[in-house]
């Protein structure tokens, strides 16, 4: 099993930024992709970004110009950072991981663990 822990959410402005990060703990984080999604209130949780530990990444096309993930195989971290931030860009983010053997996944049915979520929220 794989833990996962998001921290690094809040509160900013708009044209803000934020840097989000999730640690993953227990079975061997390494073999798995581990991606970010978002859900805002009443919305569908959407793909942010992706990364396996090779730094194969997918992105949202939408977001890939804001928002940046990498990945740290060290210290077992994945990062989002979000510049220029929007209030559409408020909601819910949950890092969330996908086993080696899957490909740039993107579907949340993809990924068998889950953090508890940071929640994000971007005043105009």
């Known amino acids: 099993q794989v833990q996962l822990v998001e921290s690094g959410g809040g509160s900013a402005q708009a044209g803000g930024s934020l840097r989000l990060s999730c640690a993953a703990s227990g079975s061997t984080p390494s073999d798995y992709w581990i991606g970010w999604f978002r859900q805002s209130v009443g919305g569908d949780r959407e793909a942010v970004a992706t990364i396996d530990a090779r730094g194969n990444i997918r992105n949202t096309p939408s977001l890939k110009d804001r928002f940046t993930i990498s990945r740290d195989n060290q210290k077992n971290t994945v990062n989002l950072q979000m510049n220029n931030l929007t209030p559409e860009d408020t909601a819910m983010y949950y890092c969330?991981?996908?086993?080696?053997?899957?490909?740039?996944?993107?579907?949340?049915?993809?990924?068998?663990?889950w953090g508890q979520g940071t929640q994000v929220t971007v005043s105009s």
């Open positions: 969330a991981a996908a086993p080696r053997s899957k490909w740039l996944p993107f579907r949340d049915d993809e990924y068998d663990y």
